[in-house]
């Protein structure tokens, strides 16, 4: 049974539709991270989980029950589930204990049970013999170990973070980062994390989801993410992508034969003969010393000790930029022959669920738009 199901799920505010149909299944023990640009929905999404927002259409259920959908609509606090903030929001006035305990009040639990579950929590993210100090004596990253063990406390069945590292530094992400992982792997609690930050999601989820403009473009592992992006949008945000117009002449044993720059090539992925993009990172091109595809240098820069150059392909339609990296600094305006060394094929017709306006489009409405 999953802990997590939607199904079609809306949530409009006013005229944006800040959640526009998502429909995904979480196992249980998973921990997901919902990533994507600002103001895609990741917040509303975990929010509509939480009960803090209720669907305008469709249904959400965890661990089988259901909590929102027509006729019916559970409370956050009878779901069974912690919530984590950026901004902590712990009681300033009491002490570490006090707030972990404010957030069993409603378990009414015996003072021995509360002590106990109280210590452990606070076993849990490191902080025991802390007890007694208040928000003010805390560095950034204990007050937000303090709010995740008044989640961890309640022992809920699913815990909802929404951006809880963004008001740390670099440091204290990493290292939280990691607290979370090990807390999630002794625990098989179910975690959904909110970030925009890839990396952060890729280095804390088994499971990413990736959103855009209210839609779930893609749910699946990071490495599957990374090498058999489902749309173009996921090619391009996962890893800093770009997408290259390419004729698809024939696809077989999960390769398709793509005509670029006048000659054919076969490059893994899944899309019928026709137009496609060929998705590429900057480890899927190695400058070669002949015979390969001819690009312009555009720009570079410095990046993790070799030059990262952006650079136009020669003889592609509208959209034929790509990255890669060299050992030296490139000349303005050189022409660099570089060799595929990776890729992935998908069809162009994807792109057209991408933006509001397309959806539009595709809706029937505002066609002349
Ligand atoms: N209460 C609200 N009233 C009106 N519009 C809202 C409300 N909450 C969210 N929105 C809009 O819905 C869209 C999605 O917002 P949401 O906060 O879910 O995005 P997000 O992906 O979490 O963004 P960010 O990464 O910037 O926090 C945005 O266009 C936002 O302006």
Redesign the pocket.
Known sequence: MAAIEMEAVVRA??A?R??NGVSLAVPPGAFLALL??????????L?LIAGLERPDAGRIALGGRLVAGPGRFVAPEARGLGMVFQSYALWPHMTVAGNIRFGLRIQRLSYAEERARIGEALEMVGLSGMADRRPHQLSGGQRQRVALARSLAVRPGLILLD?PLANLDAHLRETMLAEFRRIHAALRTTFVF?T?DQDEAMAVAGLVGV?NA?RLEQLASPADLYRRPATPMVARFVGRGRTVPVQVLGRSGGLCRIAVQGRVVAVPGDAPPGPGWLCLRPRDLAATAGGGLRARVLDHRFQGGGHLVTAALEHVEDGGTVDFTLPRPPHPGETVELSLTGGWILPREALRAETPLQHRLLAGAGADA
Do not use: D, I, Q, Y
């Not at 994507?36 to 999404?45: D, I, N």
């Open positions: 505010f006013g944006t800040a959640v994507g640009p600002s103001g895609c929905g990741k917040t509303t999404l929010r951006e909110v925009h959103m209210g």
